[in-house]
C-alpha cells in the first residue's frame, strides 16, 4: 500500500479527465493526476507490458497508467464492464504489481454496485473523511461539465468541416477545453459553455442544404477516444461531412431515456456499475433494436445496431465502424451491420484498430469512403 | 496541339502508367516492377511513356498519381490530382465497363471489392490489418515451389482435383501447404489449391456481407492469374470479366481524375532526368515523434508531410 496522500488516476478518454478531475478534487478532496495527452510512447509502453491478443484499449490504459504513475499517481481507477473490460482491473493490477509499482487499485467491479447508494459507499472508501454532503455538492457541476462537453462536441463535430477560415472551429474548442479546467463551480461551467457555443455560431460557415452526414458507431473506448482512432471523425469532417455520433458519457451513462418518470427513477436507483456502460439505456434500446437483435451481446454493441438503424433511417449518407481488433460484442455487431447496410442501402466503413495501425491505411481508406459517398450523392440526388 | 492526361499507379509491388487523350482514349501504357523503390519507377514509367508518346501531336496538360506512393510521385511530377487507389479503380473501370456491378481486386498487398450501382461505386471493403491471400502471398509461395508465379495460372488450370488448402492466415497456409507437399499431393493440385484458397479467402474476408452481382470484372496484378479466374468462376457461378487493360485500370483512373479536376499544371517529361531525393526527420517537439518526410527537387524543397500538428511543420528555406 502506498504511503502518503492519495494521487487518483483514470486513464485517458477524450477530455473526460476534466470533469472527473473536478469530481475528485472538489468532492473527495484528493489530488487528481490526469495522465498525459497519449502519444506514440503511451502505446508503446501499453503494448510492451500487456498480453499480446488482448484489445487495443486496454493496451492504451496500460500506457495510461504508467505515465500517470510516473507523474505521481498511486491510486488507479477502472471501471467493469460486460465484456472483457470487466477483467482488466484485476489484470491491470496484477501486471502493475509485478512490474514493481507501489499503488492501490480502486476496481469499480469488485465492489458489487446494485444501488445508487452503494456508490456513496464506495466514495467512502475512497476517502473515508467527505461528508456525504460534500460528496454531493460538486455532482451537479460535474454531470453539467459532461453534458458540456458533449454537446460542444457533438457541435463542433456537425460544423468543423464547413468552416469558411480554416481552424476557426479548434480555436474555439481548444479555448473552450482550457476554460473549463479551470471552473471551480455550476456557475462557471454554464458559463463556459454558453460562450463556447455563441463563439461557434458566429463562426461563418458555408453549408449546403443538404450536406453528406457520417454516423461514427461502434465499441465505447475506441469511439470516443481520439488518439486511438487516429481522429477519424475530424479527418472526415474536415472533407467536408457532417459527422454524428450518439455515444459518449452523457449518453451512456447519465441520461436514461425512457419517457416514463417513475421508471426513469427506478433505472437510476437500481444504477448497476457492473452492466457498465449500458445500464440505463440497454433495455430500451433493446426493445428499439428488436428487428435486428433479440439479445445484447455486450458492452456497446446494442447501440452500435440501434444507432446504425437510427442513422440510416434518416437518410445518412454512410457509417463509420470503428472497435479495436478483436472485441467480440462488436464483432458480434458486425453481421447485423451487414443486414443494415443491405435493407437501408447504406455504406458501412469498417474499421479495425490494433495499436500499430498506420495512418496512411486509414486516411487512404476514409478519403476512399468520402469520395464514394460524395459520388453517390451527385447521382442520387435526395 | 491536343490535350492529353498523365496517369502513374504506384503501388508496393508494381508501377504503371498510361497517357490518355481528352476522349479517355488510351495513348499508351507502360507496367513494370516497383523494386522498393518507388521514385526510380515513377521515373523509368516517365521516361518510358515519353518515348512512346508522340510528342508533336499531343502535350501532357495535366498528372494524376494513385497507388501507395501516391503522395511521393504526385510531389514529383507536380501532379493536379492525387486520389487514393479505390476511388481511382472505380473511376477507371466504370468508364471502360459503365454496366459493371463488382469489381473485384486483388494487388501486390491489398485486396478490395467495389460494389457499382447506375456506373457509381456504392459500397467497398478493403483488407484491414492482414495481408493473407494477396499476390505477394502467391509469389512468395511460387519461389517455393520453383515456379514462376506467371506460370502458376497455367499449372493450376491443369489440376481436375486441387488440394484442399487452409487460407484463413498466410502463417497458416503456409504450413498448410508445406505438410500437403510432404505428403505427396502433386505440384499442380497444390497450385491449383492455392488458387482456390486465394478466391475464398477473398470471398470470405474482404467479400462477406456484399451482394455480388454480375457483371463482376476482376483486375489487379493476380487478375492475370488463370488459376484465381478459374476459382472465382466456379466460386459464384458467374462469368469473370479479365480485362485486357486491368493492370492499368488504378493509373487510368488517376488520369481521367486528372482529366475531371479541370487543374492544369504544367508537365515535362524532365521529371525523369532530374534527381529527387528524400530525407526523413524524426519531431523532436513530443513523444508522437512524428516520421516528417521532405522531398528535395535538384536539392530544393518541393514538400514535405508525415506531421500530425503545426509544430512539426518543415518549411521552404
Known sequence: ?382 | MKKAYLGIDIGSISTKGVIIDEEKNILCGIYLWTEGNPMGAAKKVIAALGEQFDHSAYQVVAAGTTGSARKLVGAMCNASIVKNEITAHAVGTTTLHPDVRTILEIGGQDSKIICVENGVAVDYAMNTLCAAGTGSFLSSQARRLGVEVEEFGKIALGSSNPTPIAARCTVFAESDLVHKIQMGHKKQDIIAGLCHAVANNYLNNIGKGKKILAPIVFQGGVSKNEGVVKAFADALGEEIIVDENGHLMGCYGAAILALGSGIEKPFSFDVAEMEFTTREITCPNCANHCEVICVYREGELIDSWGNRCERGEVREG
Not at chain 1, 33 to 55: E, H, N, Q
Not at chain 1, 65 to 91: P, W
Open chain 1, 1 to 382: 500500500m502506498p504511503q502518503g496522500p492519495k494521487r487518483l488516476c483514470y486513464p485517458q478518454l477524450g477530455n473526460y479527465d476534466i470533469p472527473i478531475g473536478y469530481f475528485v478534487r472538489s468532492a473527495l478532496h484528493l489530488e487528481y493526476i490526469s495522465p498525459p495527452p497519449m502519444t506514440k510512447r503511451t502505446i508503446d509502453l501499453g503494448a510492451k507490458y500487456s498480453p499480446d491478443f488482448v484489445c487495443a484499449p486496454f493496451k492504451c490504459m496500460m500506457g495510461c497508467y504508467i505515465e500517470a504513475m510516473e507523474k505521481g499517481a498511486n491510486v488507479l481507477i477502472q471501471t467493469g464492464g460486460t465484456c472483457r473490460l470487466g477483467y482488466y482491473g484485476e489484470l491491470h493490477e496484477q501486471i502493475l504489481k509485478d512490474m514493481g509499482y507501489d499503488f492501490e487499485m480502486f476496481n469499480i467491479t469488485l465492489f458489487r454496485f446494485r444501488h445508487i447508494l452503494d456508490f456513496l459507499k464506495g466514495v467512502k472508501q475512497l476517502a473515508p473523511h467527505a461528508r456525504i454532503w460534500e460528496i454531493v455538492r460538486p455532482l451537479p457541476a460535474t454531470a453539467k461539465m459532461i453534458t458540456a462537453i458533449d454537446h460542444v462536441e457533438d457541435y463542433y463535430r456537425q460544423n468543423m468541416g464547413f468552416e469558411r477560415e480554416k481552424g476557426a472551429f479548434d480555436k474555439v474548442y481548444n479555448r473552450f477545453l482550457a476554460d473549463l479546467r479551470q471552473a471551480k463551480r455550476l456557475r462557471d461551467v454554464r458559463r463556459i459553455y454558453r460562450e463556447a457555443m455563441q463563439a461557434f455560431a458566429a463562426i461563418p460557415l458555408c453549408k449546403p442544404e443538404h450536406p453528406l452526414r457520417v454516423g461514427v458507431i461502434g465499441e465505447y473506448f475506441t469511439i470516443m477516444d481520439p488518439y486511438s482512432n487516429h481522429e477519424i471523425e475530424k479527418k472526415i469532417a474536415q472533407m467536408g461531412t457532417e459527422v454524428h455520433r450518439w455515444m459518449n458519457l452523457s449518453n451512456s451513462v447519465m441520461i436514461c431515456p425512457d419517457k416514463n418518470v417513475i421508471k426513469k427513477l427506478n433505472a437510476y436507483l437500481h444504477y448497476d456499475l457492473n452492466k457498465f456502460p449500458s445500464s440505463i439505456w440497454v433495455n430500451i434500446q433493446q426493445k428499439q433494436s428488436s428487428r435486428y437483435a433479440k439479445f445484447d451481446t455486450g458492452s456497446s454493441s446494442i447501440s452500435t445496431i440501434t444507432l446504425a438503424e437510427h442513422y440510416a433511417k434518416c437518410g445518412f449518407d454512410g457509417l463509420i465502424h470503428v472497435k479495436s481488433f478483436g472485441c467480440t460484442p462488436e464483432m458480434d455487431a458486425v453481421p447485423v451491420l451487414h443486414n443494415i447496410s443491405a435493407d437501408y442501402h447504406i455504406p458501412i466503413l469498417y474499421l479495425n484498430y490494433d495499436t500499430q495501425t498506420s495512418d496512411t491505411g486509414i486516411e487512404t481508406r476514409l478519403e476512399a469512403f468520402y469520395d464514394m459517398i460524395a459520388m453517390r450523392k451527385e447521382v442520387t440526388p435526395s
